[in-house]
């Protein structure tokens, strides 16, 4: 194959997919990175039927009086005479009227044949009313369809009036449509076979209005029924208001209910009169006995019937309004029928001059594309009847399926976004039907399906749900995979399908499924999350998976070495023992908690903080739920194991993590305000003496009591490396009401967690711990606690003790208050085992509104506690809690399933936008590389030439170059600006970080090779990634505590490395370690110790072997080393040279040759050759001044230092010394060059460029290359 080239500029660039970039990670550029956390917008149930209703009575009127025409019509010798394809002539007039009449009722009764029918044979006034009243009478609130014929008397008349007969057949009798009206009420249908029908519909909509005007000003409750007529009830007229019925003598006089009732009959006759002459051989008496049944798809007839079906379902598809589509074509079996055969009869008595009518209007379908597939299906169906009928040959079924799903998958081959559904959308429901044709059909719905929400709402309202409900019954192996697939879809999409999967035992589907080892792993990840969906906050769901024993069956799969799959095993369990007693109780008989625990540490944040909800679930309770002793013996253990979480990377698990240890204040909440009061008043414990183990009442007395409670004592957090702590389960009797208390130096760390957890970085964490702090704090602020606990001793029974009034429950209070200001924030001691700065514990920016909504709880002056319980199975009733507001974890789960899962990734799409525009970047950034090869190995130039200045109101504290773009980032304390070199402007200024954050002490690029994220450490340990770091209003993409135990220093701060080859982020400061994260799994991969009593001052890795990295210390010391080692080990070198600060370290690949440069305060340049030895050094002298600021460049021999009196030097360090290239200094003069005590230094990644920054806020770039300064 030749290699493709591609030019930018005056560039070209052979092979642009072999280019290095192609090959390099993203971090931080997930779907949990860049979607907010939350689940899909669900639409409304649209594709249900709002008022699901039957026809079950049917009321046949036939005024016919054969052999007497009406007087007002004149008909044609020869006429129409047939009636339901009878010739009324051939028998005598009451006989013809009775045959006619049972063929009618055939006709409706292969529409629906459960339906009670109901004949009036030319009947009276008295007659039409006792039926329709009995008929509304015994159908209640379901449909009833009256059918008039009225091809016996005169036309319908202006004033609202069909014509019946008196008793002795001698008088034409008006029956007024207002009093046919109030008989049958609604919701009725009423279809209209007679001259001049549209009279009929226009009147009965008139009536109706007057009569809804009627009952709203009588006000009359008894006919409150009757309002609302005209939208409940449905009319089909068979012409216009001044048309007549055709009399063609070839046509049936019934030709509207013929194409109603038997329409394959009637489109057969008309085609044949109609369309063109038959084809030879064929005979009227064929047509009129078209071999097989219509239930029968393997017949003409079935085939015919088959096609019709889905040709006329998807004309209403693509022309009906959807509202209208789901009234008339998926409420009603029989009215479905009678529309769709509706479009059959508009198509037909066109052509004779008749236009039908319905309410609510149809608009015009006679024309649509479709027919004429109608017109080749029938063609070809029909061609084959001589040598079906005559000779016996073997029927061939149609190729209208095949042409129509070849259709469709054109249209999904070119289709990218499903905005308008395709056309053949019904017609693929239609071939599900066929067992032959079923995995096809799936096939294609499922590939629809796979487009996204649109398409799933598109194919649930054409009607596809009930099919794929009914197939979960199905024993067939081969549709697992494909109706696992479409449910998969269908319950990510619409979760209130649930109830409908339950009640008809489809959840034993999935379960099956789950549970054969057999089936392709990615089949059974979505029927865990299908059965993830059933059990979601639906109790009869619950219920029935876990009679099914799934518990068992997700627990024995959590070791399964794909993420998802265990993602949605532990979000599947935690949702099936939500507020679930039985399924609580049957997990802790399994120890389902400690087969959790493994996966708290999993590498993916997923799986992480689905682990954590699952926990979180665990622990919390519901309304009326009984927690036995060994439910509530695993509660302290849970919670010290969940804490080691609280320095997790990922704030999915971290917010997650807040609403589970939620669940243990709620539950244990008199514990956890004697730890709030410990941490908030440390005086307090000389009060707070350790009494005899106790056990705290639900419903306490409220008589006072001196609160108890055990003695602070240190308890540092658990670390991940460290895993869970253990806590011993209290070893006390249950008496009934009453929870063992909660270990009070478990209980004390837990609320030291919550504190640190408030003052996390991220701010969605900070506000939901702060709120939960706040309100534990409201309730002691407020005394309640002090006067309203009750204790007793193990000893006394709970009747011995007295009952005064009780004190309503934690969750029973008022809203609490908004979280107090900084001022009134705990002390240090809240903090102490993460050792937080300064005197108050620092908090986040002003919360949203709180999380907490309260449920009305007893009245606490009223109510008396009762302390006898009737149920003596150790149990508690937890009573009412708090609703907490959830993370969005789960719902934004569910996205995974509701979008492609199949198709090409746009950024993979070598046609698409993003791909050309990464290709771009990608040959830009390779073109710049080569450039700046060439730069560096240049003869050795000054670099002096000031390339840009610009003044800023704020003394930059940090600078740094984008590798590719000409971008510099500059950072203050609290902000950074942007500044587009090039062009000489400002392209953006951040606002400050809040005030709780601490100042930015360290800056990368991430991902600089394409979509450039931003990174920043703080000096108090915190480290935020930046989306859109060049825009108004930047986005925080996550936020983490880098480092937990930061001591923030005058001088120096946080340091980091960033390695974007592997994904690992190195951070250390004034600190005893060096920590590595592994920002792909957003975790902490080790701590590597210093050994090194000083803080850390700079961090380098080595470009040729990213296993290797470089730490430069206060003291002048710098060490070397190799993450691949244990921790305890890592250290490969110790370099002494230096005696003072370290401001800079390199290793450096110049000209194939390694090795290390270093600088310090005191001027002294260290040069390592480490291919020859670390043991020597050759040193440099860059000045006898103290040196505060230098840097190195990453691929020049430059190093630029910046003096005391105003100045820079530039030196080329080679491997025979250094020499001195220019100096940047003050100058005087009008036209001199100012400068100011440089502040801080950065050299270019790539290009030969200096950054300067000065102390009076002027930043510098200087190069070899001449270019006018931008002022």
Sequence with gaps: ???????????????????????????????????????????????????????WSVALVMCM??????????????????????????????????????????QYERWQPRARYKQLLDPTTEEVRKLCIALRKNAKNERVLFHYNGHGVPKPTKNGEIWVFNKDFTQYIPLCVYDLQGWLISPAIYVYDCSNAGVIVESFKNFARQRDSEIFLENNSNRINMIGMLENCIQMAACGKDEMLPMNPKLPAD???????????????????????????????????????????????????????????????????????????????????????????????????????????????????????????LDSIISQLPAIIERNATFEPSQFFAHQLAAFQVWLISCNEPRTPPKELP?????LLSQAHRLQALELMGRYLDLGPEAVHAALAVGIFPYVLKLLGSSLSELQPILVFIWAKIMAVDPSCQVDVVKDGGHCYFIQILNDHHMQLEYRTM?????????????????????????????QQLDNPTALYRQWLALCLGRVWRNFDAAKRHAVEMSAHTRLYPLLWDENPEVRTAAVFALGTYLSSGPGDRLTDSMLST??????????????????????????????????????????????????????EEPPPVVVMVNPPSEPATPTGDHPRPYPFPLPAEGPAKTPSPQLPMANGFIPSFNSASCTQIWKGLIFLATD?????????????????????????????????????????????????????????????????????????????????????????????????????????????????GSVDTGNQLNVKETGFGDWCCKYFAHSLTRTPSECDKAGDSYLQREYRFIRNHLIREESYKHCLAPKCKLSEPLFVSNEEHQPALLRFHPY?????????????????????????????PNHMGKITATEFLNPHDISLLLTGLDDGSVCVWRGYCETTPTLVTAWRGLTDMIPTAKGGMVLDWEQSTGLLYASGNVKHIRIWDTHKEMKVHDMPTGVESCVTTLASSMEDPALCIAGFGDGSIKMYDRRLPPDNSVVHTLQEHTTWITCISMQTYSQNRRLLSCSTSGEVKLWDPAISYSGAKTFNLSSRTVSVCGIHPRAPLLACALPQPSIKIFHVGSGGMEELNVIKYVDGFMGQKIAQPKCLAFHPYKVWLAAGGLDGFIYIYSTEKKQAVL
């Design 1 to 55: 194959m030749d290699k493709v080239s591609v030019s930018v500029g005056p560039f070209e660039v052979e092979d642009p997919l072999q280019l290095s970039d192609w090959s390099q990670p993203l971090s931080f550029m997930k779907s949990r990175h860049i979607e907010k956390i939350e689940g899909e917008v669900l639409q409304q149930e649209s594709w249900r039927a709002k008022d699901k209703m039957k026809t």
């Design 65 to 106: 009086n054969f052999g007497v025409d009406p007087p007002d019509v004149v008909k044609t010798v020869p006429c129409a005479r047939k009636e339901c394809w009878i010739d009324p002539l051939s028998m005598s007039a009451h006989k013809a009227l009775e045959v006619v009449s049972n063929a009618l009722q055939k």
């Design 255 to 377: 030709l509207f209910t013929s194409c109603l009732t038997t329409p394959i009959k009637a489109a057969v006759l008309w085609y044949s009169l109609h369309k063109r002459k038959l084809v030879e051989g064929i005979t009227e008496k064929m047509l009129e006995d078209i071999p097989g049944r219509l239930n029968e798809r393997r017949t003409p007839l079935g085939e015919l019937n088959w096609i019709f079906t889905a040709i006329t379902d998807t004309i209403a598809w693509n022309t009906l309004p959807r509202d209208l589509f789901q009234k008339f074509f998926r409420q009603d079996l029989l009215v479905a029928s009678l529309f769709r055969n509706f479009l059959l009869a508009e198509r037909i008595m066109r052509t004779y001059n008749c236009n039908p009518e319905t309410h609510p209007p149809l608009p015009p379908t006679y024309n649509h594309p479709m027919w004429q597939a109608w017109d080749l299906a």
């Design 427 to 431: 017609i693929v429901l239609q071939y």
């Design 527 to 555: 029927a865990a999350f299908v059965l993830a969906m059933i059990v979601n906050k639906y109790t009869k769901g619950q219920e029935e998976c876990f009679k099914n024993d799934i518990i068992r069956l997700c627990l």
């Design 635 to 688: 509660n302290p253990e849970i919670g010290m194991t969940l804490l080691s979480l609280v320095t997790d990377g990922s704030p999915l698990v971290r917010k997650e993590l807040v609403l589970a240890l939620h669940g243990l204040v709620l539950l244990y909440e008199r514990d956890f305000q004697f730890a709030a009061l410990r941490a908030s008043d440390p005086d307090s414990t000389t009060a707070l």
């Design 761 to 873: 970085p991220f701010p969605d964490v900070a506000t939901m711990a702060h709120n939960i702090i706040g309100e534990v704090r409201d309730r002691l602020r407020h005394g309640a606690v002090v006067k309203n606990i009750g204790i007793i001793s193990p000893g006394m029974s709970p009747k011995e003790q007295p009952v005064p009034p009780a004190v309503s429950s934690f969750s029973t209070l008022r809203k609490p208050k908004p979280p107090r200001t900084p001022q009134h924030s705990a002390s240090t001691q809240d903090m102490s085992p993460f050792h937080a700065p300064g005197p108050h514990v620092p908090r986040p920016p002003k919360p949203k509104p709180a999380v907490f909504s309260h449920n009305k709880g007893p009245d606490e002056s009223d109510e008396e506690v009762d302390d006898e319980d009737d149920d003596d199975n």
């Design 965 to 993: 773009t000409p971008h510099l980032a500059v950072m203050y304390r609290k902000s950074w600006s942007v500044w587009d070199v090039e062009e000489g402007k400002k392209v953006c200024t951040q606002p400050n970080l």
